[in-house]
Structure formats: structure tokens, C-alpha cells
């Protein structure tokens, strides 16, 4: 199983480990955009279990977030499966992908390539789709399209701006304090 965190948390711990977040976090990264997660919190880390929060805990966590895997080949494998079901590498959890959808391979230059599974559900990739079986390299920024699930690639340089950018914009929200509501 992938490592799988919050975006949430991993801003705060940008903002905490400033320099030293790249040497903790140097691999790539997938983004599954936008969500309310409530993750299990056991050792396995098991994402086929995560689901919408109860409606007493929906106000206590932040909304847009979203989900980072990420991308570090696992020991003896350079290719990491995703889809629903609960054997894969990373899991997303929605009724729109499919049980197997695609695979992620890692290059020796460190890049990534994606493939369509045959069996999977459509891919699009920056809105082209991709085809079953034929690897297609996959650059920072670019988007997977998988049913109503929108994932984001980015590389570790990537990944380490996007951070930073949200890092920004929440120190500014903070600075603005709390909305005020109508009367």
C-alpha cells in the first residue's frame, strides 16, 4: 500500500519543515482532487475503507481537500496498480473507476509512464484518452480523468511548489480571520 496523505496536512507540515519538507518528501506525487476524507487511521493505511465522514464531523474538517499518494516505487515493484478495489497499490474509492483502472510505472530516469487497463473504465490524460495497454509518459501537472475522479501528477519540484502555493494562500486566509456571516 502507497503512502496516502491529507493535502491539508501535508501543507502544514510544509509550512512546519520549511527547506526540509523536499528531503522528506522526494518522490512524486498523485493528487486525487477535491473531497471531504475521513481516513482509517490503523498501520495499514488501508484507502478502500475511506469514506465520507459522519454528518457530526463533516464541520470539523476542512473542506476541498484532497488526497495525496505517493509515488515511491515499493521495494521489488516499479509499477503501482490503481483502481477501487482494495488490493491495489492506490486505491480510490469511487463508484466511477473501475476495480483495476490503470497502472503507474516507474522509469529508471525516474520519470512515470500510465497505462490504461483493458478491462478499466475510460482514462483521459490532459483530456486525451488513453489507450489499453500502450504506456504513456506522464509529465508534472498533468491530469487523469478516470470516471468523476480528477488526479493531478506531480513531480517532486512540482509537488514542493503546489505546496507552497497553499501554503501561501492559507497563511492569508488566516491573516483575513474568520468570514463574517450576514446578519
Known sequence: MARALLLSLLVRQHLALKEKFR???PHCWLVWEEGVWNVP???EQNHGDTRLPTSDLRDCLPAGDAMCF???PITGRDTLSLGRSSHNVLVVNDA???REHL???AQADGSWTVESLTQGGPALLSGKQLRPGLP???ESGMQLQL???RLTFHDAEGFHIRMGHTAALLLAQQQRGP???PA
Open 179 to 181: 468570514r463574517q456571516s
Open 103 to 105: 497502472l503507474l510505472h
Open 147 to 149: 470516471g468523476d475522479v
Open 136 to 138: 504513456t509518459r506522464i
Open 70 to 72: 505517493e509515488l515511491a
Open 23 to 25: 528531503a522528506r518528501y
Open 96 to 98: 466511477t473507476v473501475s
Open 41 to 43: 487511521e490503523n498501520s
